[in-house]
């Protein structure tokens, strides 16, 4: 005797995207690149005026611009992959100490 009856069907995995997706992270804050590192300082701002060097203000914010910047950070985290090597000698033997 045979069944007649209609077999369900074999479960059929969801998408790609909907098996990836686990959940939002919604409690992670931005990277902290692309800022000014002096001048969302309030307090060195203010040591620099209190102690008399309002002229170093415009060198400062450029410089708080570049250590801010993507660039900047992502030499620190090469410097940290990549540590720095030693070489004290030439080829041919002479000593000349530098570090790569």
Avoid: C, I, K
Avoid at 38 to 63: I, K, M, N, Q
Avoid at 69 to 96: I, K, N, T, W
């Amino acid at each position: 005797m045979t069944d007649s009856r209609p077999r369900p069907s074999a479960p059929t995995a969801p998408p790609r995207q909907q098996r990836l997706a686990t959940h939002e992270v919604f409690n992670q804050s931005a990277a902290l690149v692309d800022y000014n590192v002096y001048a969302g300082d309030d307090a060195l701002r203010e040591a620099v005026t209190r102690h008399g060097a309002d002229w170093a203000h415009e060198s400062l914010h450029a410089h708080g611009a570049r250590t801010g910047s993507a660039v900047v950070f992502e030499f620190g985290f090469l410097a940290y992959l990549h540590a720095p090597q030693f070489e004290a000698e030439d080829r041919q033997g002479f000593r000349f100490d530098e570090v790569q």
